[in-house]
């Protein structure tokens, strides 16, 4: 069965510094999404995107974060200064609209865990 | 702006037994989404079980199913004969339905951590 991949399972930075998350979605899936959970918290949208733009993001989503799908497989979340607080695990999404029954079912990755020292 | 609650921190249920995890939620909309996402310890989100809000009829998938009550805004999750393995955080999602270039992003509870006893 298809399934979203995500590298790496784990990322270790220094504040300030810039982070690449890359994620690889179900190969049909059109649409695209990034989420974040802080440790014991609840799951937090970021950004989604489609036809190779962001559609809708959060206000977390600030200028520091930005989301690019350079090729044909990968979909890739960058943040360019990482705070302390940007310490959680991300996860990537992707869901299709091929008009078949599941097509709104975001299927999610396994998730990066991001430590920012 | 659509909320998602959860007001059930922690459950515990003994294996075999049956168990239901509680969700409310609140939207103005008529048309949505409903999924309950499992996220065990090695922190995957695995969905569970989804329903559209048109459908009257409850959705189920094997040993799961949930007790929708649109009125009551109301998405509960059943596990019956539960086992070692459903051990997990549970999450409660909502979704608006598609429009325009967008599939809508999901609006998650803050969880319920289930327990299965041997």
């Known amino acids: 069965e298809p399934e979203v991949t995500q590298t790496p399972s784990h990322q270790v930075t220094q504040m300030g510094q810039e982070v690449i998350l890359r994620c690889v979605p179900i190969?049909?899936?059109?649409?695209f999404y990034w989420y974040r959970q802080i440790l014991g918290q609840k799951v937090e949208f970021l950004v989604s995107?489609?036809?190779?733009?962001?559609?809708?993001k959060s206000e977390i989503f600030d200028d520091q974060f930005s989301v690019e799908r350079p090729d044909g497989s990968n979909f890739t979340l960058k943040i360019r200064s990482t705070k302390l607080e940007d310490s959680a695990m991300y996860f990537c999404?992707?869901?299709?609209?091929?008009?078949?029954?599941?097509?709104?079912?975001?299927?999610f990755g396994p998730g990066t865990r991001l430590t920012v020292l | 702006a659509q909320t998602v609650t959860q007001s059930q921190p922690e459950m515990s249920v003994q294996e075999a037994e049956t168990v239901t995890l509680s969700c409310t939620y609140d939207?103005?909309?008529?048309?949505?989404?409903l999924f309950w996402y499992k996220q065990p310890p090695s922190r995957q989100m695995i969905l569970v079980i989804r329903?559209?809000?048109?459908?009257?009829q409850n959705a189920t998938e094997n040993r799961f199913s949930v007790n929708f009550q649109k009125a009551a805004k109301s998405f509960s999750l059943k596990i019956s004969d539960s086992q070692l393995g459903d051990a997990a955080m549970y999450f409660c999602?909502?979704?608006?339905?598609?429009?325009?270039?967008?599939?809508?992003?999901?609006?998650f509870g803050k969880g319920t951590k289930l327990s299965v006893k041997p």
């Open positions: 999404a992707s869901s299709a609209n091929t008009g078949t029954l599941r097509t709104d079912t975001q299927y």
């Open positions: 190969s049909n899936h059109l649409y």
């Open positions: 995107f489609y036809n190779n733009e962001i559609s809708e």
């Open positions: 939207t103005s909309e008529s048309d949505y989404y």
């Open positions: 329903q559209e809000a048109y459908k009257q």
């Open positions: 999602a909502y979704r608006s339905m598609n429009y325009g270039g967008s599939q809508g992003n999901l609006i």
